[in-house]
């Protein structure tokens, strides 16, 4: 399949090369990107065990890369991708960061932020869902699936 540069799936493929990154440190593969004005700012991958942190998930260490690449704690103007939808810790970060809009691939109904009744989410932030779903969730379900 030959991806247009500049659509949402071009940047999510970007997002899954990150989640790979994260399977070959037997990660959870879950990869994320921060785009602006059709430039990646940040790249990102799930680094729980890494760092033995239990907040240093994919979007997390994107919206810290993404500030000190535009030297503020501001995301305006700024698109997460994220191969999985963010749980609520990390939605609850892109209010704070104030992010624009997030991608995501494949979704989360046991902890994903869209399970809550209550958005959280800034007001202002789009989101659109299952772009190269798929394939994000087929890395994901790999990886369980070797666990077991």
Same mark, same amino acid.
């Given at each position: 399949?030959?991806?247009?540069?500049?659509?949402?799936?071009?940047?999510?493929?970007?997002?899954?090369?990150?989640?790979?990154?994260?399977?070959?440190?037997?990660?959870?593969?879950?990869?994320?990107?921060?785009?602006?004005? +059709?430039?990646?700012?940040?790249?990102?991958?799930?680094?729980?065990?890494?760092? +033995?942190?239990?907040?240093?998930?994919?979007?997390?260490?994107?919206?810290?890369?993404?500030?000190?690449?535009?030297?503020?704690k501001y995301l305006n103007d700024c698109t997460l991708?994220?191969?999985?939808?963010?749980?609520?810790?990390?939605?609850?970060?892109?209010?704070?960061?104030?992010?624009?809009?997030?991608?995501?691939?494949?979704?989360?109904?046991?902890?994903?932020?869209?399970?809550?009744?209550?958005?959280?989410?800034?007001?202002?932030?789009?989101?659109?869902?299952?772009?190269?779903?798929?394939?994000?969730?087929?890395?994901?379900?790999?990886?369980?699936? +070797?666990?077991?």
């Amino acid at each position: 399949m030959d991806v247009l540069k500049y659509t949402d799936e071009y940047f999510m493929k970007e997002a899954l090369k990150e989640a790979h990154k994260a399977l070959e440190k037997d990660e959870i593969p879950v990869g994320a990107i921060i785009v602006t004005n +059709n430039r990646i700012i940040a790249r990102a991958h799930n680094l729980t065990e890494t760092l +033995n942190d239990v907040t240093a998930h994919a979007e997390m260490q994107a919206y810290t890369a993404a500030a000190n690449s535009i030297g503020g704690k501001y995301l305006n103007d700024c698109t997460l991708y994220c191969t999985l939808e963010p749980c609520v810790m990390c939605a609850g970060a892109s209010f704070w960061a104030q992010i624009t809009k997030i991608v995501y691939g494949a979704s989360d109904p046991e902890r994903g932020f869209s399970r809550l009744k209550q958005n959280v989410l800034h007001p202002k932030t789009m989101v659109i869902k299952g772009v190269l779903e798929q394939e994000s969730s087929e890395i994901l379900s790999s990886f369980f699936r +070797n666990k077991r």
